[in-house]
């Protein structure tokens, strides 16, 4: 949904870089990798991107304020 939401290209094949990689799914394996190198996702423990547990309410909050960051930047770079 962020990836979506910041209209970041995808790469279809993409190799996401996370120890867990071939837990992720194929559909997805784009915007993890997009949303990791922005620096909105840096995975837990180990590398891992663990695609099959739930967020915490905290790892949502800092995903929120990444992904707002990421946009300001867009927006000062375009004026």
Known sequence: MIANALKVPLDANAQTGFADNEDIPNWAK???K???KLGI????GGNKFV???TATRA?????LL????VREQE???QT
């Open 75 to 77: 927006h000062q770079g």
């Open 66 to 69: 990444r992904m707002l960051e």
């Open 59 to 63: 790892e949502a909050v800092v995903m």
């Open 41 to 44: 996702v840096s995975g837990r």
């Open 30 to 32: 784009g915007a993890v």
């Open 34 to 36: 997009a949303i990791h």
């Open 51 to 53: 695609p099959n547990d």
